[in-house]
């Protein structure tokens, strides 16, 4: 029987130029940086929201307290115009002087 000559299924292995892995890492480096820099924004964006929430909730109360303000300076100028008529009140010595 004759023998056969076995072939290497082996892959041949080649180094690459210490500049090319210079640039594979490079490129590694870079990514690596993005995704350090995307997390950050992420957890600041939320941050935010978080904040822009309370602010807004802030907000629709400070608006309400605003419209029962309003609500209660109407009520006390209609109170002033049935006991007083219309005039001008002065707030700094109380005096009030009625329209002619």
């Known amino acids: 029987m004759a023998e056969e000559k076995k072939e290497s299924k082996e ?3 080649t180094t690459i130029t210490d500049e090319e892995r210079e640039q594979v890492q490079e490129l590694q ?9 995307l997390g950050q924004v992420s957890l ?6 978080v904040n822009l929430e309370t602010l807004e909730s802030q907000r629709e109360e400070l ?3 605003h419209n029962t303000a309003q609500e209660d300076e109407r009520a006390l100028v209609e109170k002033l ?8 009140l002065d707030l ?7 329209n002619e």
Do not use: C
């Open 29 to 37: 480096s870079r990514y690596t940086q993005v995704t350090v820099n």
């Open 11 to 13: 892959p041949k292995l």
């Open 92 to 98: 700094d010595t109380g005096i009030f002087t009625p």
């Open 44 to 49: 600041a964006m939320e941050r935010l929201k």
């Open 81 to 88: 115009t049935e006991s007083y008529g219309t005039g001008n």
């Open 63 to 65: 608006v309400a307290q």
